[in-house]
């Protein structure tokens, strides 16, 4: 076996600074975005959007600058990053690190095979509306048992697989000839493409109500816990940020990228996308007069066909739309699975091919027999191991390896150190509200 240090030298690293943004808008850039915050938008209302806000901005950038940089200074994932973090304290205690750094890498390869599932089930719709075999479904009950039969164990063998043979090709091209280049042609694309529908959207009848409820706070709803929790979990879920996507896409990242600079960008891009998603999904169900608060997880797969097959120029609304969620879907799947991938590269000197082999076929095979599960194991992992994994790392790097390696890493790439406001707000601010909004899950979903 050859020594980490050699395998150290061949890591690659991104080939400009904007395919390293891109790569993380894509990562961010996800199902998270184009289902589950039109969903949780249209349980809540607007008080969601505000939370959603303030969690992303104040907190969420704290985070996703703390992961970047912690995986910069240790050249790793989570592993070799926690283990580095130790070290620094006491040079024999790497091992705790490695040891607590083994759960948000799992966290993360659970997280990407249930992520696969939901990522089929796009492709299907993509490649059925394309062929038109989608449209000759139409009533609401009809897609409802097209979306039972998909959904339940073993029901979408051969879309489930397709979409994993070609993440796993896009991940076997390496970094920047594989995932930049990926993330460089599909997010612009998504983008354009969401701009289009929400236009198209705006011009029809009844629209109206579903911005209203878009904006609208209804400061009665910032009562509920779950409210903030949700809210929580989905800013730090769409940035990434569980202790091992962003860590290990900042650990390719060179010394002369501002990632201050870089975070706050993610960040709004990926806000963007997420209203983006809702401005074409709520005003469209409102054109039905549907009570959006009780509309559920059905909206992407029940609720928007259905009404784009009555839409003019329908299936044409419905590919674009499904092409672009996939694009969505395919640039986070390729961020969740680069972690567990790395890990047989950076520790176990494997090839990347051979790595991509192990981790594609472990991950195929889970992922084909757990299908029918996936709401409740997605649930699980976005309530409790996004925040673990999330203020495992804050704490690593900011209480274990301290505030001087903070500050200097930070400022890396940037035209003047990074002022002293960060640290005690990476430190304080941010760990503890993570740690808060883990216990709360705990908590409040315990009671139900
Ligand atoms: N951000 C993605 C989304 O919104 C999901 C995701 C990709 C993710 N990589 C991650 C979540 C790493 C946690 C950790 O759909």
């Known amino acids: 076996m050859k020594s980490e240090q050699e395998n150290l030298a061949k890591r690659e690293t991104w080939q400009s600074k904007w395919g390293f943004i891109l790569a993380c808008i894509g990562s961010a850039v996800g199902m998270g975005n184009a289902w589950l915050f039109p969903y949780r938008l249209a349980t809540y209302g607007g008080a969601f959007l505000l939370m959603y806000l303030i969690f992303t901005f104040f907190i969420g950038v704290t985070g996703v600058i703390g992961e970047m940089n912690l995986g910069r200074a240790a050249r790793s994932g989570p592993i070799g990053a926690f283990g580095a973090a130790c070290a620094a304290r006491r040079a024999n205690c790497a091992w705790v690190g490695k040891a607590l750094g083994i759960i948000p890498l799992l966290g993360v390869l659970a997280l990407a095979i249930g992520y696969s599932i939901i990522v089929g089930w796009i492709l299907k719709y993509t490649i059925t509306s394309l062929s038109g075999s989608l449209l000759t479904i139409n009533s609401v009950t009809g897609f409802q048992m097209a979306f039972g039969q998909m959904a339940a164990p073993f029901g979408n063998n051969l879309y489930l697989l397709l979409g994993l043979l070609l993440t796993f090709f896009i991940m076997s091209q390496g970094i920047g000839a594989g995932i930049e280049k990926a993330n460089k042609l599909m997010i612009p694309l998504f983008y354009v493409m969401f701009i289009g529908l929400a236009l198209y959207v705006a011009q029809r009848e009844g629209a109206q109500a579903g911005y209203q409820w878009m904006f609208t706070i209804d400061w009665a709803e910032l009562r509920r816990p779950m409210l903030h929790v949700y809210a929580l979990g989905q800013a730090f879920f769409t940035l990434s940020l569980a202790g091992s996507g962003t860590v290990i896409y900042g650990s390719y990242l060179s010394d002369d990228t501002d990632t201050l600079d870089a975070a706050w960008k993610i960040a709004l891009f990926s806000t963007l996308a997420a209203i983006l998603a809702a401005l074409v999904i709520i005003p469209a169900m409102a054109t039905t007069g549907a009570k959006l608060s009780t509309s559920g997880p059905g909206l ?55 790595s991509v082999l192990i981790i594609g076929a472990l991950g195929t095979l889970v992922a084909l027999c757990i299908q029918g599960v996936v709401a409740a194991w997605m649930d699980f992992i976005s309530i409790y191991l996004v925040p673990l994994g999330a203020a495992l790392a804050g704490i690593m790097f900011a209480w274990v390896w301290g505030r001087q390696k903070v500050q200097q890493e930070v400022s890396k790439g940037r035209p003047s150190a990074i002022g002293s406001w960060y640290y005690p707000l990476y430190k304080y601010v941010f760990c503890i509200i993570t740690m808060l909004v883990f216990a709360c899950g705990i908590i409040f979903q315990g009671i139900g």
């Open 300 to 354: 992407l797969f029940i609720s928007m066909p259905y009404l784009f097959a009555g839409m003019p120029a329908g299936r044409l609304i419905m590919i674009i739309f499904f092409l672009a969620v996939l694009f969505a879907g395919l640039t986070s799947l390729v961020n969740l699975f680069e972690a567990p991938m790395a890990l047989l590269q950076d520790h176990f000197g494997l090839s990347r091919k051979t």
